[in-house]
């Protein structure tokens, strides 16, 4: 008996070990994580996580939830990305997978960590670890620690992110309250510190997060999350905190989650000010597929103001019989506008006396955004960039003419067109280069407001070859997004023309881009200063300005080497049997170079196809006269022969 | 949406006026293009014109496709100065935004500043092609353009193209007052073109018969003026006063005797109003060394009134044209005729001294400044005899009156200072005297010629080089191309010499000049330079 319970003990010691050497030998299972295999340029969705707990509640998720989130992802395709990712598919250098989502958890907590450990590895899925790096010098083990992190590192399903040192911490401000370490300047020693000191502080507070990280990592971190999303223009922030803010960002990250306001980005968005969905500890799956959906970019036009789905509530409102209502103080973004540019809308609101009614278009964050402000005074057309409001048009209400209720707005590229009421058209109005993209939305002042009657188009951005833009006709020029005209020929001195300039000012007046193109090409006898005749006749200032990329009408890579030189990006126009040699070509540059690409309709596809994994969709445009469905993203090219010849 | 330019610029639209939130303004990484404008407009506000131009550049080099910015450009630019670049920015504006108003307001306006640029520079057909063209639009004040275009064409000649600049841009009755706004201002020349043109365009008053009759005898024209005569008193037969003594007038300078065709056979009685304006013409001749007719017009003063004080500058022309003989054939003649104490004893000097009777001269100089102290030409005369004796302490009492003068704002007293401190060899006063009257009369070749001779006698001849090199390249005068050639040829530059002096013989045959000339070849055979 007694030798059986020896050896029973003794089988269980085995059946110990085996099991801890099974555990511990058993290789942790490799994401599913293939870049190769990407080819999406239309952008990726952000989520974050403040943290996760046993049980959820408040802002955090448990642990069920996670899952149950993660599974729903996993289940409807999405495919999670690392920051690296964000900043070369921003970079125009590599694609994305189809429904790319970057998973963000806040804090550096150790049990959101131990949480989702596991359940990234049963999904093959990857996340971004995101560290207030004071916390991690802190006793116990509720966060992770320096040599937690050099572990973590390690991990495949991890990547890390900063949130800055102490920037999470409260500071003390005049008055005796406590305020906001990145934003406010810090009351110290019975006074308020200088410009210079908070400024100080503020980049040693980056600096100080990235020098931890990089030590425990062994490499830089790209990515920066700030904290509460607050980059400097929220009230109490001081005037100087946004700049101060993005300057650090820019020298110590490459890309930012800067705002919390929606979970698409696109492939034009700012690295350094992207957006993220916070995900509440009350959603289940399907609230949190809900609100990615929400965001999903629609390209298709918005006819009429249909039902609350169709848009996305900050306060409170709805949608109903034609009409968005919204309480005082609300906003209401459409659903899936945030890559929004070149777009016609118009609408009618109703605006109690004293009320005040807001849209915004290319909203890209409360720092960058276009509004139409309307108002007893009366409407004024505004810019918003960083922390200047700058009015560009102004119609002001008089007694014979109040404020009107209808409205049409139009933009294309950096020109905006507003007709209101019976008042003659304003524009074309400047936009700054910095207000692109972005929501469209609606925000009701100090008294409930009602919009009616809203429809927004996404205007067609077609590419026109031709040699006169101004003979095109009116709705071929609206149509028009980029011009190119046969300005020069590889056999002929680079001129540039009275005409071609007066032309160029037309195009561009309508926030048309102009690429003057060289025909005549390859040339391998042409002489090698034609790149600088080239220049030296557009260094006019208009043309300086304008004119920033060339046409070569075929791949010409000496050429196009010495425009390069000469400040010029380029776009070739290639048949499509060339396209593969050309994406294969090392004179192709894929951060900057437009094709265009021509032939059959079967070879074009095929070459876009190949050139879609290669280099972004909207770097690549198809040369056709006919009407064809078109690749989301692709740009159609047509050829008109009238016009007179510059 | 209707996006047209055309209704853009509507009142009730104010563009990028507003900065909300202008304490902001320096903070954000690039300035917005309506940021820029606006920043200019405010420095414009302050007449900070370098800082708005650098601003309206920047708003331009960001946005050239916008047309504000090239308009604060052009605006900025005229404001400056500099009308051939601020044209070229408001056409572009134009170009981007063919109905704003405010450009096509200032359009013309940049068009006349270019047009008095060329002009000044001397591209006569490209200053007349601005003017033309800015008179096609809307310009503020354009009959002042047309006014001014149109002298200066008449008194550059040729008159045909003066004339039809004056057809094209006046109606008859416009073109008849020009006449007589000119007249008015003894600007002979654009008077009668401007009457003449009238006249063929059917304004044929007797107030203008008149006007251009007298026009015409003054320039010595009497030849076209017997040939109208007939025609003109036929078309009127009622002369006002005033015409008839215009026209008595003109036929007595023109030496006519066919008054029986006057519709008033009995000269009128002489009015000082005329005789004035004949002083003030003969003057204007002198001045321009035109000898023959200010001796002519001064012939007729004496004849109208003996006792004008302007028998000194009688007498000059008449030594210029005749010699000393001359001057004392027209002073006894005159001398015999006037009643006015102070003239005859300043007459009886001025004769005195012709005859080397310097003493004398100055007596009865002193006797007619007793009568009437207050004749500056007597003053500056006996101020000259006095130096001729030697007496440079009483002629020191003379400029003592005229600086006396001069600090009670009598601007004429500069001139006969400047000259009597280069007499008396004071050279900076007469020198700051003389910088100060060419700056007051830039035109005028005579204060930069007698200002480069205070230089040259200072020893600064080098300046005096420059400055008489710089007038003689902006116009043709004997006078500056006579003291160059000196200079030249005192700086052993002989062919330069040579140049200034061939050009100088083409506008006046002078033994001065003809002496340089021979110099300067002899100097330039002889040594190369």
């Known amino acids: 008996m007694k030798r059986l319970f020896h050896l029973a003990q003794w089988a269980a010691l085995i059946a110990l070990v085996l099991f801890a050497w099974r555990s511990l030998m058993r290789p942790i299972p490799a994401p599913d994580y293939h870049p190769d295999e990407w080819s999406s340029w239309r952008g990726f969705y952000a989520l974050s996580y403040a943290g996760v707990t046993r049980k959820g509640g408040g802002d955090y998720v448990s642990t069920a939830q996670l899952a149950e989130h993660l599974h729903a992802l996993h289940e409807q395709g999405f495919k999670t990305i690392k920051p690296e990712d964000v900043e070369t598919f921003l970079q125009g250098r590599a694609p994305l997978p189809d429904r790319a989502v970057l998973l963000l958890f806040e804090g550096g907590r150790k049990d959101s960590y131990l949480a989702a450990t596991p359940l990234l590895r049963r999904f093959g899925q990857v996340a971004t670890m995101c560290v207030p790096t004071i916390l991690t010098r802190r006793w116990g083990s509720f966060y992770l620690r320096t040599s937690d992190l050099k572990r973590f590192a390690r991990q495949p399903h991890w990547s890390l992110a900063s949130m800055g040192h102490a920037a999470i911490l409260p500071i003390p401000v005049e008055g005796g309250a406590e305020g906001r370490f990145l934003v406010q300047r810090q009351w110290k020693k019975r006074q308020l510190e200088s410009l210079d000191a908070y400024r100080e502080r503020v980049e040693k507070d980056f600096a100080q997060a990235q020098a931890i990280l990089q030590h425990a990592t062994s490499r830089p971190i790209k990515l920066y999350l700030l904290p509460f999303a607050d980059a400097g223009t929220s009230p109490g922030s001081i005037p100087e905190a946004e700049e101060t803010i993005r300057a650090c960002i820019e020298a110590h990250h490459r890309v930012a989650f800067t705002r919390a306001d929606d979970a698409f980005n696109g492939p034009d968005s700012d690295p350094l000010q992207l957006t993220r969905l916070r995900v509440r500890g009350s959603w289940d799956a399907q609230r949190l597929l809900q609100g990615l959906a929400k965001c999903e970019p629609r390209p298709e036009p918005i006819a009429g103001i249909g039902d609350n789905s169709q848009w996305v509530y900050d306060g409170n409102g709805f949608a109903a019989t034609g009409s968005l209502n919204l309480a005082a103080g609300a906003r209401a973004w459409a659903r899936g506008s945030s890559d929004w540019s070149d777009l016609a809308l118009s609408f009618e609101v109703n605006r109690p006396a004293g009320g005040t009614a807001a849209l915004y278009v290319r909203y890209a964050g409360p720092s960058r955004y276009v509004r139409l402000w309307l108002d007893d005074a009366g409407l004024r057309i505004q810019e918003r960039l960083g922390s200047t409001m700058q009015t560009l048009a102004l119609q002001p209400a008089t007694a014979g003419s109040p404020t009107p209720s209808n409205v049409a707005l139009r933009t294309r590229g950096n020109r905006l067109w507003v007709q209101a009421g019976l008042a003659p058209p304003a524009g074309p109005l400047p936009l700054s280069r910095f207000t692109t993209r972005g929501r469209i939305g609606f925000e009701a002042g100090a008294t409930a407001i009602s919009v009616r009657a809203f429809s927004a188009t996404p205007l067609p951005s077609l590419v026109v070859l031709s040699q006169s833009f101004r003979s095109l006709d009116r709705a071929l020029q609206d149509a028009t997004a980029l011009w190119i005209p046969t300005w020069f020929h590889a056999d002929r001195a680079p001129e540039f023309t009275p005409n071609m300039r007066s032309e160029l000012l037309a195009a561009a007046a309508q926030g048309v881009q102009v690429i003057p193109r060289i025909a005549g090409l390859p040339r391998p006898d042409l002489d090698r200063s034609f790149a600088e005749h080239v220049a030296e006749s557009l260094s006019e200032i208009a043309a300086r300005t304008l004119i920033t990329r060339i046409a070569l009408s075929a791949p010409d890579f000496p050429l196009a080497e010495r425009l390069r030189q000469q400040g010029y990006s380029i776009l070739f126009e290639i048949q499509a049997k060339d396209a593969h040699a050309l994406l294969r070509s090392p004179h192709l540059e894929r951060e900057s170079d437009l094709l265009l690409i021509k032939g059959n309709a079967l070879a074009v596809g095929e070459a876009l196809a190949e050139a879609e994994r290669e280099i972004p969709t909207s770097r690549l445009i198809w040369k056709t006269n006919q009407e064809l469905a078109l690749p989301p993203g692709i740009r159609r090219a047509v050829q008109i022969e009238s016009g007179e010849p510059p | ?529």
Request: a neutral charge; aromatic letters at 8%.
């Open chain 2, 1 to 529: 949406m209707k996006h047209g330019l055309s209704r853009w610029m509507a009142p009730v639209w104010a563009l990028g006026l507003v900065c909300d939130v202008c304490a902001a303004r320096d903070r954000g990484a690039a300035l917005s293009v309506i940021e820029l404008i606006h920043r200019a407009r405010v420095e414009v506000g302050n007449t900070n014109l370098p800082a708005a131009r650098l601003l309206a550049e920047q708003a331009v080099a960001v946005d050239p496709a916008y047309a504000d910015t090239w308009k604060q450009l052009g605006r900025v630019l005229m404001l400056q100065g500099h009308p051939e670049e601020a044209l070229n920015a408001i056409d572009t504006a134009l170009e981007l935004r063919p109905d704003d108003r405010e450009l096509r307001r200032w359009r013309p306006g940049i068009l006349r500043d270019l047009g008095w640029s060329h002009w000044a520079r001397g591209e006569r057909d490209r200053a007349l092609a601005c003017f033309n063209e800015a008179l096609k639009g809307a310009l503020d004040n354009r009959e002042a353009l047309v006014r001014q275009v149109f002298a200066l064409l008449a008194e550059a000649g040729p008159r045909e193209e003066a004339a039809a600049f004056l057809k094209q841009w006046t109606d008859t009755q416009t073109q008849a007052e020009l006449g007589y706004f000119f007249f008015e201002r003894d600007r002979l020349v654009a008077a009668e073109i401007a009457f003449d043109t009238a006249l063929t365009s059917g304004a044929r008053s007797a107030s203008v018969f008149s006007r251009v009759a007298f026009l015409r005898a003054l320039r010595g024209a009497c030849e076209p003026l017997a040939r109208d005569l007939k025609s003109w008193l036929a078309d009127n037969e009622a002369f006002e006063r005033e015409e008839a003594e215009f026209l008595h007038e003109s036929l007595l300078l023109c030496a006519m005797r066919e008054s029986g065709e006057l519709p008033q056979r009995t000269a009128p009685e002489p009015t000082a109003a005329l005789t004035d304006r004949l002083e003030r013409l003969a003057r204007a001749r002198l001045a321009e060394r035109d000898y023959a007719q200010a001796y002519r017009l001064y012939a007729r003063i004496a004849a109208r009134d003996p006792n004008r004080r302007c028998y000194l500058r009688a007498a000059s022309a008449a030594t210029a044209l005749r010699g000393d003989a001359g001057a004392l054939e027209f002073l006894s003649a005159l001398a015999e005729r006037t009643r006015d104490p102070a003239t005859r004893a300043g007459i009886l000097g001025r004769l005195a001294r012709i005859r080397g009777e310097a003493d004398r001269a100055v007596a009865h100089y002193r006797e007619s400044l007793d009568a009437d102290p207050k004749q500056a030409d007597l003053r500056y005369e006996l101020f000259s005899t006095l130096i001729s004796l030697g007496r440079r302490d009483e002629a020191r009492d003379q400029l003592a009156w005229f600086i006396e003068r001069l600090k009670h704002g009598d601007s004429s007293a500069q001139t006969p200072l400047a000259e009597m401190w280069a007499t008396l060899e004071d050279y900076q006063g007469a020198l700051n005297m003389w910088t100060t009257l060419a700056k007051q009369y830039p035109s005028s070749a005579y204060y930069v010629v007698e200002r480069a001779r205070v230089l040259d006698r200072m020893g600064r001849s080098d300046e005096a080089r420059d400055s008489l090199m710089d007038l003689t390249r902006r116009s043709e005068d004997a006078q500056a191309l006579q003291l160059l050639a000196e200079i030249l040829l005192r700086q052993n530059r002989p062919l330069d010499a040579l140049d200034a002096v061939e050009r100088g013989l083409r506008i006046e045959w002078s033994p001065a000049l003809l002496r340089l000339r021979d110099q300067a070849l002899q100097r330039a055979t002889r040594a190369p330079e």
